[in-house]
């Protein structure tokens, strides 16, 4: 089992930057990706972005391309997703996930998830 638990979201201005954290326990995640879904009110969820924790391969969805980061901290088993000029169409429910093997986008093939932290932007 893996426990996932986020943190970092609140309410940010438009063209403003936040740090969500997603802290991992239970497993060693050497095997694992861990990726960011969001989800707002009235859509599916959608995925931002993953990090295979092993060889620290990443991918970005096309709409945080550029503007968002994601790493890993070995040391403290977190990953970090640093999502910069915040935009209000990013105001959202954000998911950290994880999943075995590499960097996936769909939902689905995640088996593990913690509990979401809002994110909103104000324009």
């Known amino acids: 089992q893996v426990q996932l638990v986020e943190s970092g979201g609140g309410l940010v201005q438009a063209g403003g930057s936040l740090r969500l954290s997603c802290a991992a326990s239970?497993?060693?995640?050497?095997?694992?990706?861990v990726g960011w879904f969001r989800q707002a009110p009235g859509k599916e969820r959608e995925f931002v972005s993953a990090?295979?924790?092993?060889?620290?391969?990443?991918s970005y969805a096309a709409s945080v391309k550029g503007r968002s980061t994601i790493s890993r901290d070995n040391a403290k088993n977190t990953v970090t997703l640093q999502m910069n000029s915040l935009k209000s169409e990013d105001t959202a429910v954000y998911y950290c996930?994880?999943?075995?093997?590499?960097?996936?986008?769909?939902?689905?093939?995640?088996?593990?998830w913690g509990q979401g932290t809002q994110v909103t932007v104000s324009s």
């Open positions: 239970g497993r060693t995640l050497s095997s694992y990706t």
């Open positions: 996930a994880a999943s075995l093997g590499h960097p996936k986008v769909l939902s689905r093939d995640y088996d593990y």
């Open positions: 990090i295979n924790w092993g060889d620290g391969s990443t």
